[in-house]
């Protein structure tokens, strides 16, 4: 196996990692809503969602969530 001749440097190093980054997302505010969202990306206010700035689905209720669970507590 080959091994290095000389040791790296710090200095070297972190020039070489100076590009492992983290790149924030793009948020945008609604022009209609006011909300913050994801560009290019549907979101939900008070229910409803939205895409493009227009009401997409009324009620909008998402598919893989649970029903809710009764906690009238007379299981028997």
């Keep these: 196996m080959a091994h290095p001749k000389r ?3 710090s200095a070297v ?5 100076t ?9 945008t505010i609604c ?7 994801l560009r290019h990306k549907a979101y939900v206010v008070d229910g409803d ?3 493009n ?10 598919v893989n969530a649970a ?3 009764d906690t009238t507590g007379d299981e028997e």
Excluded: C, D, F, M
């Design 13 to 17: 190093r972190n020039k070489r990692r």
């Design 67 to 69: 029903p809710a669970a």
């Design 31 to 37: 022009p209609n809503t006011g909300e913050l969202h």
């Design 53 to 62: 700035g227009q009401l997409t689905i009324k009620n909008y209720a998402p």
């Design 7 to 9: 040791r790296t440097s």
């Design 49 to 51: 969602l939205y895409h």
């Design 19 to 27: 590009h492992y980054k983290l790149t924030p997302k793009a948020v």
